[in-house]
């Protein structure tokens, strides 16, 4: 019997580790969000009100590269990484072109966790990693036909990683994963002893 793969799901990996700078660029970075959470009282008092456990600023600044050039630096590079991508999936962009639309911090507290979701309204989303110290949380993706397969049985414990239902990915400082933004992906609670923090985005068509 032949076996076809069709519709992959595809994820992008990358890293700005060994990138002339990044040590400094890292440094930059998380001066800059430990910066955003002592001054954005609009963003803990959402994280309150939400149960975020640590800081995000998703929900009240939406400026980050006018606000800090650090910021600015990284989308350039993020820039290019998802143009790449965007040809590695085929995508036919016609007069129009991907174009980051969001750009937030993530400051995850020990213990604490981030539910299921996807990103609607955005075609790619993606994380870049800042500080994951030991024992800090992977992502964890979901295969996007679960809903469908009803009455399927589950897969065996030693199947291949692109036949699974959830895939972990484990990051290190500089880490980027892109992934099409209707993925449903969550953040397991933090086994770390200290934060960990991430830079999420998302780019839209226009």
Known sequence: MTVRDLFPTRIGETSLAGQPGVDALLADLAAACRMLEAEDAAGRDWCRRNGYGGYTSYASLDDLP????????LKRRLDRMVRS?????????????LKMDSLWVNILKPGASH??????HSVISGTMYVATPPGASALRLEDPRL???????????DAPEADRTFVHLTPAPGTVFLWESWLRHEVPPNRARTPRISISFNYAWG
């Open 66 to 73: 006018r606000r800090a050039s650090v910021f600015e630096d």
């Open 85 to 97: 991508y965007a040809k590695d999936l085929h995508l036919d962009l016609g007069a129009g072109r």
């Open 115 to 120: 539910s299921g979701h996807i990103h609607p």
């Open 147 to 157: 809903p469908l397969m009803m009455a399927a049985p589950p897969r065996s414990a």
